[in-house]
């Protein structure tokens, strides 16, 4: 089991950016595959982008040249690096992590996008 708390959120403005931080704890974090998803009332969650224990990253189109996920294992904690930021990237963004059929989520942080 992993308790994840994110962190980076706030207001920007379009074209801006920002770096979004997902601190673990409670478990063996190295292993673990971790996301960042993110959602809006009304829509369903979406994937943001993934990176597996081995460093392998994959990223949504939505975001693809935008947005890079990284990890860094000495410090159990995973980021997601936001350029070029749009009004449409508002969202509640929460970090996931995966290991087999075990799931755990973090509470969120939200990010604005507006001028």
């Known amino acids: 089991q992993v308790q994840l708390v994110e962190s980076g959120g706030g207001l920007v403005q379009p074209g801006g950016s920002l770096r979004l931080s997902c601190a673990a704890s409670?478990?063996?974090?190295?292993?673990?595959?971790m996301g960042w998803y993110r959602q809006v009332p009304g829509k369903q969650r979406e994937l943001v982008a993934v990176?597996?224990?081995?460093?392998?990253?994959n990223h949504a189109d939505s975001v693809k040249g935008r947005f890079t996920i990284s990890r860094d294992n000495a410090k159990n904690t995973v980021y997601l690096q936001m350029n070029s930021l749009k009004p449409e990237d508002t969202a509640v963004y929460y970090c996931?992590?995966?290991?087999?059929?075990?799931?755990?989520w973090g509470q969120g942080t939200q990010v604005t996008v507006s001028s």
């Open positions: 996931n992590a995966v290991l087999g059929s075990f799931s755990s």
């Open positions: 990176i597996t224990a081995g460093g392998s990253t």
């Open positions: 409670g478990s063996i974090f190295s292993i673990y595959t």
